[in-house]
């Protein structure tokens, strides 16, 4: 996790993402925690503190960005971990303090609270606790100081879909309005825009991080918003299956839900989070020629992208910049079968996003196969068209027809439908040495649209992946074999590796006799807490673990140990095994009716900390 080198300025982008395999993980050691800040690395500078640090994730980022930053973190194991991710950055301090504890006789010219606002109320016996938070921090901010809060919305759109509230684990829970005082709780954006004014700052402006402020790839501006012209709402549908919090079944499809809430000007009202920046003084707004930013950063540091969306006097431009500070090739990069391409500018293409289609068909009940063979057909006829306009000329009647090296960019999701029907191929990156077959494009593209898609809405039939995938290609009169999806599942995986570094063989198995997941198929009835006991090595198996089935809401689960016990046994607690918030109140181990070992956990919840004790 540790960056080596200060010269390689924002390096935190890629945090060693292979060992972050769950959520709990994610949470605390992706980089792309950092990107909540990124539209404001400009006001990162002179005196920053930052509240509730946890294990660092964007500590290291605001490190980076050149500040004084003093970190607190009120759990001292968390602290310890922030401070050695960064300690190797003289600029950075980390103090393991409570922030009701801390005193200090300085301002600051920023202040983070980011993923914070929401426990107030469990650390103050405030009337207000989040109001008195607020009054505290404008206390000690310089007089033209800013305060950059990152929240959920109390009123997010996936929260009306069934998504539980983040903090307690229950559907319904915010929305409803039922916290209680000591609970963490979230608020929607008139409530917050009061709580700011009240608080004594002149100005805020409000942004809607994508998918949520905790792993945002994309985060729109009310100017964004408000634009016409610009497709603000692609960016968010665009989003909706990369939240790892998202449950797999929704009481409605949030893909095309939310292209009605945008069109009814409901955006930022409806969006999952809020990225908040609240000014001391007035006059301080955002820039209103900035549209959006979108980061790609699961990728090769140097491949790692900022997306710009800015609306200048000749139109929209989507401006593009690398975010590592040097982005030199070395040798191999050179002679690889895949060259980057990137463009530094970009006029932006206005429309609808071709993919959109295929969500449409996978959204129809009792979809089958011929379904999404219009689909198919409009797509090959976009190439065409793409082709034509480049001079290339290509027979698209067989899977090894040979396309233009920078047509391995041209998926769905970047062909863009103008009013009138012509398309336009953008976000092109890259280009493939030699040529790219059409084959390998179209099984690319369906790998891409299938995860987009899933679950698929309830059918009658039943397909796997590669029955669907022979038999669409087979409806625009293209024949694809066994062997062709092998060859062109190797190809993108060679494909994979060069933009991402993760070794080809982790994108081999494209399971291919897997059932295309439906729509309720899948849905557990059950879950589970999970107490797993080591043997005196302390490795842990699924035959040495006690089970206790679980529901939403308050509960006392007990586990009956078994007896005797090695000195070096370990036990690790696995409080659910689905997708969803939770919290801890304490933790006890009794001998017979003594308790010998307890544990308050009263700063425990899910997005603050691991998702499994080890005791």
């Not at 930053?69 to 991710?85: D, K």
């Not at 497709?231 to 499809?253: I, M, R, Y």
């Not at 070395?330 to 690889?336: F, M, R």
């Amino acid at each position: 996790l540790h960056v080596r080198s200060r010269r390689q300025r924002q390096m935190c982008i890629r945090d060693s993402p292979q060992y972050c395999t769950d959520w709990a993980k994610l949470y605390h050691l992706s980089a792309v925690r950092g990107n909540i800040l990124r539209p404001f690395e400009h006001l990162l500078k002179g005196r920053v503190l930052e509240i509730g640090a946890g294990c660092g994730a964007i500590s290291r980022y605001l490190g980076e960005c050149g500040a004084e930053l003093l970190c607190l973190e009120g759990s001292p194991r968390r602290a310890a971990i922030a401070a050695s991710r960064t300690r190797d950055l003289d600029n950075v301090t980390v103090l393991a303090e409570r922030f009701d504890d801390f005193k200090v006789d300085v301002q600051f010219d920023a202040v983070t609270l980011i993923g914070v606002l929401e426990y107030a109320s469990m650390f103050s016996n405030a009337e207000n606790p989040a109001l008195a938070m607020l009054k505290r921090i404008r206390q000690l901010l310089k007089p033209d100081g800013h305060l950059f809060i990152a929240i959920e919305n109390q009123l997010g759109l996936k929260y009306f879909a069934g998504a539980p509230e983040d903090h307690v684990g229950i559907a319904m829970y915010g929305i409803e309005g039922r916290y209680q005082h000591g609970q963490p709780k979230t608020f929607g954006k008139v409530e917050l825009e009061r709580l700011l004014a009240s608080a004594g700052f002149e100005a805020s402006d409000f942004m809607a991080p994508s998918p949520d402020y905790k792993l945002p790839n994309s985060i729109i501006t009310e100017a964004g918003f408000q634009c016409d012209a610009f497709d603000a709402a692609a960016l968010a549908w665009q989003n909706v299956k990369k939240d790892p919090q998202l449950p797999e079944s929704t009481t409605f499809n949030l893909e095309k839900a939310w292209q009605v809430v945008f069109n009814n000007r409901l955006g930022m009202d409806l969006a999952n989070s809020f990225l908040i920046k609240a000014a001391c003084k007035k006059n301080d707004s955002q820039k209103d020629d900035i549209l959006a930013y979108h980061y790609s950063i699961g990728r090769k540091t140097r491949y790692c992208k900022e997306s710009l969306f800015v609306m200048t006097d000749d139109g929209i431009q989507v401006e593009y910049k690398q975010l590592a500070s040097s982005a030199t090739p070395s040798e191999n990069e050179d002679s690889s079968a895949f060259k980057y391409v990137l463009p530094r500018i970009d006029a932006y293409a206005a429309g609808k996003v071709l993919s959109l289609d295929f969500l449409d068909s996978a959204a129809h009940h009792d979809w089958s196969i011929d379904s999404f063979a219009p689909f198919i057909k409009t797509y090959l006829a976009c190439l065409a068209t793409l082709l034509k306009q480049d001079g290339a000329d290509v027979d698209l009647r067989s899977v090894g027809a040979v396309l233009p090296g920078h047509y391995i960019d041209a998926v769905p999701q970047n062909i863009v439908l103008r009013p009138d029907g012509t398309p336009q191929l953008i976000d092109v990156e890259w280009e493939m040495i030699g040529g790219v077959e059409l084959g390998h494009l179209m099984m690319r593209a369906l790998l891409l649209l299938m995860a987009a898609a899933n679950p698929f809405y309830p059918s009658a039939a039943s397909f796997s992946r590669q029955e669907f995938t022979m038999g669409l290609l087979a409806s625009a009169g293209l024949d694809i074999s066994r062997e062709d999806c092998e060859r062109y599942i190797a190809l993108e995986a060679a494909f994979q590796e060069k933009v991402t570094g993760k070794k080809a063989d982790r994108f081999l198995d494209w399971a291919p006799e897997a059932l295309i997941h439906k729509l309720g198929s899948t849905q557990s009835t059950s879950k589970f807490a999970t107490l797993y006991i080591s043997d005196a090595h302390g490795n842990f198996s699924e035959q040495s673990a006690l089970r206790h089935e679980v529901s939403d809401g308050p509960q006392r689960l007990q586990f009956a140990l078994p007896s005797p016990l090695a000195a070096s046994t370990v036990f690790r607690f696995d409080p659910v095994d689905q997708r969803q918030g939770f919290s801890i109140e304490s933790i006890k181990v009794y001998s017979g009716a003594r308790c010998a070992w307890e544990w308050p956990c009263l700063l425990y919840t899910s997005d603050a900390a691991d998702d499994s004790l080890r005791v």
